[in-house]
């Protein structure tokens, strides 16, 4: 029996001629932007502000911002805002949900996530139960 033939898992990679593959950088500032999206949330008038370490506890996201608010007026313009400032630092928005619902908006920028809730929102998701075992983090430092 011939060995002309040899299983494709026991072949290393190949890479064309000249090719260098690094390992992603960590994005500069992901601390800073959550810190940011956290003061955003402030400068809106937002309640209960927490900022969840989420580095050890999911590879997704490094950091969640978590908000109450007390109207949908509130929370479309703390978004926007947030999407503004934060497309502006190069960190612009990927992702978006809750646009038609009226307890729970959320954008995402990659490392950092942010949650708008209505308090009855808030305590429907439960985010601080959820990830009880991520970090809190002070952002008004």
């Known amino acids: 029996m011939s060995d002309s033939h040899e299983n494709p898992e026991d072949q290393p ?14 994005p500069a500032g992901t601390i800073e932007d959550a810190l940011l999206v ?4 402030d400068d ?14 999911t590879a997704i996201v490094d950091y969640f911002v978590i908000v109450t608010v007390t109207s949908r007026r509130q929370m479309k313009a703390m978004a926007e805002e947030s999407d503004v400032v934060m497309k502006k630092r ?29 308090p009855e929102g808030r305590e429907l998701y439960a985010l601080e139960e959820l990830w009880a075992d991520a970090p809190r983090l002070s952002w008004q430092e």
Do not use: C, N
Not at 38 to 41: G, Q
Not at 44 to 57: H, N, P, S, T, V
Not at 93 to 105: D, H, K
Not at 111 to 117: M, P, Q, R, Y
């Open 13 to 26: 990679d190949a890479l064309p001629a000249g090719e260098v593959v690094t390992a992603p950088a960590a």
């Open 38 to 41: 956290a003061r955003i949330a």
């Open 44 to 57: 809106f008038r937002g309640a209960d502000i927490l900022l969840l370490d989420m580095q050890k506890i």
């Open 90 to 118: 190069g960190s612009p928005r990927l992702g978006a949900e809750g646009e038609g619902e009226t307890v729970w908006m959320l954008r995402d920028y990659g490392d950092v996530v942010l949650h708008i809730f209505t």
